[in-house]
């Protein structure tokens, strides 16, 4: 079946510090793969996404490249800031699955000053 | 403004009591979802409906019922049959096809069992 893999938490940076988020995936075919991210208290947000291999999705900083040879997606940021402190969530969809996604477990980020 | 909004935001229950949470979005979505959230547990999927008068189980869907009378709604029934429903709860709609299909999620309604 589908599965998404993320590092493990919590990751603790300092402000303006390198991010990378891990996370790979177990899926058949061609899936969409999705970050979202979290604030305290509430529901999730579309971070980015990348629909085919060797897209680049980017947001507010924050970029993925889908691998399909590593089957990987993995989160980076080049200077991270104190509001960035979130929980971020690897998603993946199956082409043939509609809109279901599948999560990763998230994984918690806390950015001191 | 569209969106998606869940009621309440905290909810307290006493045990073996049924208590249903709203979930309501204006967004003209096809798909309602319904996801259960723990500590270091991410998202599971409890319940998921991708057209009115019709759902489908999820991972987690014991202990649990929903309706989908109208496209805008579906509420979600913790019943006592659920062995352990203090969680946050996540509703979240989508477009069903097509390329613009990404979910989008309300805020959220913590229930608290006593």
């Known amino acids: 079946g589908n599965s998404v893999t993320q590092m493990e938490g919590p990751v603790t940076l300092s402000e303006e510090a390198f991010l990378t988020i891990n996370c790979t995936y177990t899926a058949t075919g061609y899936p969409s793969l999705f970050w979202y991210v979290q604030y305290p208290g509430e529901g999730l947000q579309l971070l980015l996404k990348a629909t085919k291999a060797d897209d680049k999705g980017s947001n507010k900083g924050f970029e993925a490249t889908y691998r399909k040879e590593t089957t990987s997606f993995h989160l980076e940021k080049g200077s991270v800031q104190v509001s960035d402190s979130a929980v971020y969530f690897c998603?993946?969809?199956?082409?043939?699955?509609?809109?279901?996604?599948?999560f990763g477990e998230g994984t918690q980020l806390t950015v001191n000053p | 403004d569209g969106g998606i909004t869940q009621s309440p935001k905290y909810l307290f229950r006493k045990e073996g009591q049924n208590v249903t949470l709203s979930c309501e979005q204006n967004l003209n979505h096809d798909a309602m979802y319904w996801y259960r959230q723990d500590p270091g547990q991410g998202l599971r999927l409890i319940y998921y409906?991708?057209?009115?008068?019709?759902?489908q189980k999820g991972d987690i869907a014991e202990g649990y019922s929903v309706s989908r009378e109208k496209k805008e709604s579906f509420p979600l029934t913790v019943t006592s049959a659920q062995k352990n429903p203090t969680a946050f709860y996540l509703c979240?709609?989508?477009?069903?096809?097509?390329?613009?299909?990404?979910?989008?999620f309300g805020p959220g309604t913590r229930l608290t069992v006593l």
């Open positions: 409906s991708q057209i009115v008068n019709d759902f």
């Open positions: 979240a709609s989508s477009y069903d096809r097509g390329s613009y299909n990404e979910q989008f």
């Open positions: 998603a993946l969809r199956k082409e043939t699955s509609g809109s279901r996604l599948t």
